[in-house]
């Protein structure tokens, strides 16, 4: 199968058959392999889980080694809105892709993402026909809430971390968007991390491992 967008595909062992899947969207400037190096203490945790960890949907304008889900050049919010859209669009399309693939229901799918892949993350989960397991959103926020709550067509929980000393995404937007999703009926878990910059420290990445563990009722 070739799916939409170049992807970097950890399986679980041979022989075992797939019940769930996590689907990682990395920064921007980053890339599926780069976003796929949480998966070497996770998957020892979560038997039966395919982690899909998809390029961005062009090479960053800032970084061309690397990849963009939407371009960050201008300081335009409508632009900006209008290319992340963009990119929702292309990641539902793998997102159909993968479940077809693999025969796995919305329900067996954890979206996750950091940055600017948690921003999309985020989008995707609360704009689907139906919820996802979860989602899990590092150092991210929401694009934009008053486009969001008109477009929202569904409620996935979910567990968002940022670092308290972050200064590429303030961690102020974690409390923005902790509050959108309290007022819109959304169920949250958050968890700043303390003496963080903008990066996946391990304590995150143990707390997020544990959520998606007791999402996918994992012992």
């Not at 039966?48 to 998809?54: A, E, R, S």
């Not at 910059?197 to 009722?217: C, D, R, T």
């Amino acid at each position: 199968m070739t799916f939409c967008l170049t992807t970097t595909i950890i399986k679980p062992e041979k022989n075992i058959s797939i019940k769930n899947a996590i689907i990682l969207l990395h920064g921007y400037g980053g890339d599926g392999k780069d976003i796929s190096m949480i998966t070497l203490n996770w998957k020892r945790f979560l038997p039966n889980t395919i982690f899909l960890c998809p390029n961005g949907l062009e090479k960053c304008v800032i970084n061309p080694t690397g990849y963009q889900w939407f371009d960050l050049t201008r300081d335009d919010s409508e632009y900006i809105l209008e290319q992340s859209k963009r990119a929702e669009i292309k990641l539902k399309q793998f997102i159909e892709e993968i479940k077809d693939e693999y025969s796995l229901k919305n329900s067996e799918i954890c979206l996750s993402g950091f940055s600017q892949g948690s921003m999309m993350s985020l989008n995707l989960g609360l704009t689907s026909k139906e919820n996802y397991n979860c989602i899990v959103g590092f150092s991210g926020k929401v694009i934009n809430q008053e486009d969001l709550i008109k477009r929202k067509t569904s409620s996935t929980k979910m567990l968002l971390l940022h670092g308290d000393k972050d200064e590429v995404v303030s961690p102020t937007f974690l409390l923005e968007a902790k509050d959108f999703l309290i007022r819109n009926n959304i169920e949250i878990e958050t968890k700043m991390i303390k003496d963080c910059e903008h990066h996946i420290p391990v304590e995150a990445s143990s707390v997020a491992l544990n959520y998606i563990k007791n999402s996918f009722k994992i012992k």
